[in-house]
């Protein structure tokens, strides 16, 4: 096996990887280099095809202030939203944003050149700022990729899995990499190891996540012994076109509805006024559950979301992306109402850290959707997302910059036994049917850990998921990408059941339908290896 050693490690290249590259490049003394690693090429990830915007609470902006993004973020996040991390990271937004420009993102302006500003569902005020009109991910990542790959002092490697932290003590020193085309391992040896893998949404039926959103960095942090936190909070988006179009669903963005469009049935009449005064700019779980009870009550697999009220230029102009991505599907937006049904879309849970980034295992850090940093409570505001991927990755840059970066040097034998797991590990090669265990966990998370769950449903989850375990015999080392993504979907999904029974309470995005209030003690959830499982789970 190939061993290497970096002063620092970057997992993933979203926008929370490519930007703390950057920083940490710019800023921290780095003797033995900087590696980022990504399963995907460079740039492909959540980030991506992210569409709204980005909150930026931007000093030019006299609507706006801090206070009022720090008072919308904690009336969304359903009591769960940590005040000083939300305070940090809205107090950051003008300085990352100036810096992102820096780096060559270009945000939508008007025709003064004044940056435009959007709005979306529970923003008291216009403060979101968007690229492409709605192909703001693409643009800030097409951005950041090319600075990275321009920069000589980060190398890349790319079509390599993290698959296993390497952990002594309560220490991380370094990480174990999996590389599919080669299907060669490495050791990597560091000191600071960040995790920047994005979220969850594959282990759902219906997602606005690409395929590589399969929880990975949440399993192996969760088998390094990291604290996981509010893991049962998934976020489900109201709005993604109900057409089935390969492992996802097109997401038709918020600010479609904060531009004016509404909710209504095949016959054009609107539903979410009899849900919330807010209609449809409530709290994303709000209209989720408003949907979700209106395709229940009328058994039909969606709504509409009619967008003609909307002049049709300033459609085309604002949403060209949404507008052609529909008309591929026969759907007129300026004329045509647009089938919608809700997504998995975001996870509001993930490993706890601090805003240095640290998590509970020295040398490991985590950053962006990966992460639970207290921002986004039990539901996050839109475009919330990217301000915290952003302000969360300067961070740690700078947390970074103030510690000195010792490579470790030697192998010890706790790790020498994880590295033994995957180099003397016989395994049965059975080919195993993937896609079809895929589909399995995706139809349990969906049918019974989904918008609505009850004790009964989560009961059954943890069965079906057990039995599914039986067909998948697998438990450190797999023989492929595809086996490692299902060993961490197996992890990540029992993990959520769990804390979704633990949670006897409605909260946010977790909605139990035997428990319909919330609780008066409103409390973090928290996992970490070898916790113990309630009575009732077993
Ligand atoms: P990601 O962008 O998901 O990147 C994760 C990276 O990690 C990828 O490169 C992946 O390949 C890599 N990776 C994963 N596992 C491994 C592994 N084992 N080994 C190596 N590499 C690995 N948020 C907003 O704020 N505004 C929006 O408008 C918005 N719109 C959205 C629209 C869509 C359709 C979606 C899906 C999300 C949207 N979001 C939005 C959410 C937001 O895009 C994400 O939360 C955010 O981009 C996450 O960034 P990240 O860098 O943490 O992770
Ligand atoms: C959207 O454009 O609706 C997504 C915004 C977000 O997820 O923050």
Redesign the pocket.
Known sequence: MKYSKYSTII????????YAALKIEQQVDLPDGLLL????K??????????????GVMKENKADSTASHISDTIKAGAGLSEFNTVKYISEHSDEVIKDLLKFGVEFDRDENNNLCFTK?AAHSVRR?L?SGGDA??KMI?KALCRKVQENENIEVYEQ????ELLVSGNECKGVL?YNDETQEYETIYSSAVIL????I?QLYKY????V???G??LA?AYNAGAVMQDMEFVQF?PTALAIDCGE?R??I???VRGEGAKLCDSDGVEFMAKYDERKELAPRDIVTRAIFNEMKKNNTDNVYLNAACIDSKKLAKRFPNISQKCLENGIDIAHDFIPVAPAA???MGGVKTNLKGETSVSGLYA?????STGLHGGN?L????????VVCAYSVAEYLKSIELKTPKQIDENIKSVIDKYTDEEIILDELDIPMMKKKLQEIMWNKVGIFRDEHSLLSAVDDLEHLKTEFPRSYKCTSREE??FR?MLITSELIINSALMRKESRGAHYRTDYPQSNEDCVHSIITKGYKVPDYVK
Do not use: W
Not at 45 to 52: I, K, L, T, V, W
Not at 160 to 163: F, L, M, Q
């Open positions: 997992i993933g290249s979203g926008i929370a990887g490519l690693i990504t399963k995907s460079l740039g492909e990830s959540n980030s991506r095809y992210a569409q709204g915007g980005m909150v979306e979101i968007h703001t991910g990542e390599t899995d993290a698959v990499v920047a893998t994005g979220g949404g997602t606005t996540n690409p590589g959103a399969t990975d960095g192996i988006h996802n097109f997401l963005s918020e600010a879309h975001y996870y950053i962006g959707e990966v992460a996050r839109a475009s919330n997302s990217l301000l915290e991927c490692y993504e961490n």
